[in-house]
Nanobody, 125 residues
Framework: QVQLVESGGGLVQAGGSLRLSCTASGGTLSPYPIGWFRQAPGKEREFVVAISWSGGSTSYADSVKGRFTISRDNAKNTVYLQMNSLKPDDTAVYYC??????????????????WGRGTQVSVSS
């Protein structure tokens, strides 16, 4: 089974940018729809964005539309999350997750059976 590893988190000032990566090991990422979720301290994990296995379809949470962009490079076995105009409210642990291969994307956390361990994003005011 493919395993997911997130990277690229860190500390950034409000208004800054970060690019997160979700890389697969133990298999190819190309058949899997990928979602990004985040969990802030004291809050439940929430959907951020998802991309279809082909990259042709995406879905964004309203809170990140116009600021975040998801993309994938299946040749590099990697999905990217470009985060611009970051706000303190974006502070959270960010997780990437995979749906079963070739399924449509969804915002529902329970429909993603494969998860990475997360990467911390902290935005200072």
């Amino acid at each position: 089974q493919v395993q997911l590893v997130e990277s690229g988190g860190g500390l950034v000032q409000a208004g800054g940018s970060l690019r997160l990566s979700c890389t697969a090991s133990g298999g190819t990422l190309s058949p899997y729809p990928i979602g990004w979720f985040r969990q802030a301290p004291g809050k439940e994990r929430e959907f951020v964005v998802a991309i279809s296995w082909s990259g042709g379809s995406t879905s964004y949470a309203d809170s990140v539309k116009g600021r975040f962009t998801i993309s994938r490079d299946n040749a590099k076995n990697t999905v990217y999350l470009q985060m611009n105009s970051l706000k303190p409210d974006d502070t959270a642990v960010y997780y990437c997750a995979a749906r079963p291969s070739y399924r449509p994307i969804t915002t529902i956390e329970d429909q993603y059976p494969i998860w990475g361990r997360g990467t911390q994003v902290s935005v200072s005011s």
